[in-house]
């Protein structure tokens, strides 16, 4: 299996400031046939399912404000917030779906400094 | 737009069988580009995968699952459903349900989620 780790685990910033989150594989997501990294990154408001952010590592989802930004390839990626909304408290996962058991880190829980 | 809901006990009684149905709205079933999840988040937790289905039933299942494990798909009435049998403490979760993108070999990320439905096995 594909070990996914993210860090940190919880990460408070002011409001207007960058915020980066860390997502570790342990194996390359880059599948070398198309150069893709397998990929996303899912937002979860506290009551509500995950949401869908970035896709191949860095491909913003429709509708997904542009401060929201996926970088990285083979097996160390980032979202990064530009400058942190107050509507940006939740917690963010990473999910690889490069292969089968489809594994996600364990979630960063952002807040207000 | 695309809407998928659970529905199913919210109390199961350990040793007996977890079932769930997935209701596909704004969506067709038979869609080539997606196949159909389950993915679970224990109380205050990760998620974690279950298993995914295409529309031929063709499916994928999650390894520490699969022994008790069942994913179906009922392409007549546009849902989806899981079985887990023998379930425990364990099994308590949030389970959600979520159309995975993706071509019929490569199953990807997860877009939209129902809203999930809270599954507690106690006696």
């Known amino acids: 299996d594909i070990v996914v780790t993210q860090s940190p685990v919880s990460l408070a910033v002011p409001l207007g400031e960058r915020a980066t989150i860390n997502c570790k594989s342990s194996q390359s997501l880059l599948y070398s046939s198309n150069n893709k990294d397998y990929l996303a990154w899912y937002q979860q408001k506290p009551g509500q399912p995950p949401k869908v952010l970035i896709y191949w590592a860095s491909t913003r989802e429709s509708g997904v404000p542009d401060r929201f930004s996926g970088s990285g390839s083979g097996t160390d990626f980032s979202l990064t917030i530009s400058s942190l909304q107050a509507e940006d408290v939740a917690v963010y996962f990473c999910q690889q779906y490069y292969s089968t058991p489809i594994t996600f880190g364990q979630g960063t829980r952002l807040e207000i400094k | 737009q695309v809407q998928l809901q659970e529905s199913g006990p919210g109390l199961v009684k350990p040793s007996e069988t977890l079932s769930l149905t997935c209701t596909v709205s704004?969506?067709?079933?038979?869609?080539?580009?997606?196949?159909w999840a389950w993915i679970r988040q224990h109380p205050g937790k990760g998620l974690e995968w279950i298993g995914s289905?295409?529309?031929?039933?063709?499916?994928h299942y999650s390894p520490s699952l699969t022994s008790r494990l069942n994913i179906s798909v009922d392409t007549s009435k546009n849902q989806f459903s899981m079985r887990l049998t023998s379930v425990t403490a364990a099994d308590t979760a949030v389970y959600y349900c979520?159309?995975?993108?993706?071509?019929?070999?490569?199953?990807?990320?997860?877009?939209?989620w129902g809203l999930g439905t809270r599954v507690t096995v106690s006696s």
């Open positions: 289905i295409y529309h031929d039933g063709s499916s």
């Open positions: 979520a159309r995975q993108k993706g071509s019929p070999w490569s199953p990807n990320w997860f877009d939209p």
């Open positions: 704004g969506a067709s079933i038979f869609s080539s580009t997606a196949h």
